[in-house]
Nanobody, 124 residues
């Protein structure tokens, strides 16, 4: 499966962005999906994950209550709604897919497929 992330940009602190991840090549319903991010000089970290049906989600503590992951299998897409953005949310955001689709997966190594990333910059 090929993944294409989009929706990044420059936003002021307190603002919102919605990231999208479009899949091609295979139906997204066969995959668990996740969002990860990597800030300059830091390791890639988990942000949010969702199982194949959307019935179960998981979030990093740093984004709980601010970010929401969702999916629309009919549109072969996954989304990350980001509200109340903070400067520390600045990073390249990546969507990823895993064939372990039953429950949301948090470790980076659980994911087999990665998109190219979209840059989110939050100004203070």
């Amino acid at each position: 499966v090929q993944l294409q992330a989009s929706g990044g940009g420059l936003v002021q602190a307190g603002g919102s962005l919605r990231l999208s991840c479009a899949a091609s090549g295979r139906t997204l319903g066969r995959y668990g999906m996740g969002w990860f991010r990597q800030a300059p000089g830091k390791e890639r970290e988990f942000v949010a994950a969702i199982n194949w049906s959307g019935s179960s989600t998981a979030y990093a503590d740093s984004v709980k209550a601010r970010f929401t992951i969702s999916r629309d299998n009919a549109k072969n897409s996954v989304y990350l709604q980001m509200n109340n953005l903070k400067p520390e949310d600045t990073a390249i955001y990546y969507c990823a897919g895993t064939t372990n689709y039953a429950i949301p997966r948090t470790p980076t190594h659980s994911y087999d497929y990665w998109g190219q990333g979209t840059l989110v910059t939050v100004s203070s």
